[in-house]
């Protein structure tokens, strides 16, 4: 049975058998063209699992990464410069997670990419986010950007010292607050992400 099976798989009909009795030109042909078929089929299955391993690669970085990624840097990962591919990819991961009912969304933010919780289910784990997400000093110097919206980087030092920057190198990473040039210095405002975090 198991050369017959192989006989099959190459094109080639058994020349009798005493079940099924001598095999015919018609039943020659049907059998050539399932092996056709799944030739085809079988060409595609390693293009579909390489499709399948780049979306995994995406989803592990994005998982893994504590800031936004760009196209460009997850398209270096899986190989592939054209960042609308990315993008393709991320929308396919998006609607697997909608499917199953996951949690779970990938944003696409100013910075790039980034995987976060639904906003439905991100007052249960609110807490635990922002305390892993962003460090103490970070938190404070936060909350004093937000109280002076438009505050000058260079007046927050002459207040905070110097610390102050690498704090807001932090944040402006983390997509917590924008820098905008004005002149030799900086003006720092929260963005949409701050407000989603803490004022939702």
């Keep these: 049975m198991e050369e017959e099976l192989h006989d099959i798989m190459e094109g080639e009909a058994p020349e009798e058998d005493e079940d099924f009795g001598e095999v015919g030109e018609g039943e020659v042909v049907i ?19 390489e499709a399948l391993e780049e979306k995994k690669v995406i989803e592990a970085a994005l998982f893994i990464s504590a800031k936004p990624l760009t196209a460009f840097e997850l398209g270096k990962l899986i190989g592939v410069a054209a960042p609308g591919f990315v993008d ?37 784990v609110a807490p635990l986010a922002k ?9 404070k110097m ?17 207040r905070l010292g110097s610390t102050v920057y690498q704090y807001v190198k932090e944040l402006v990473e983390k997509d917590f607050v924008e820098k905008k040039r004005q002149g030799r210095t900086s003006v720092l405002h929260t963005t949409q992400k701050f407000k989603e975090y803490f004022q939702s």
């Design 31 to 49: 059998v050539s063209e399932v092996n056709e078929v799944l030739q085809e089929e079988m060409a595609k299955a390693p293009k579909k699992q």
């Design 88 to 124: 393709a990819k991320i929308q396919e991961l998006n609607q697997g997670y909608e499917k199953i009912g996951s949690s779970l969304l990938i944003s696409k933010e100013t910075a790039g990419y980034i995987m976060r919780v639904k906003p439905s289910y991100a007052d249960a």
């Design 131 to 139: 305390e892993s997400e962003i460090s103490k000093g970070a938190l």
């Design 142 to 158: 936060l909350a004093y950007i937000s109280k002076h919206e438009g505050i000058k980087q260079s007046d927050m030092v002459k």
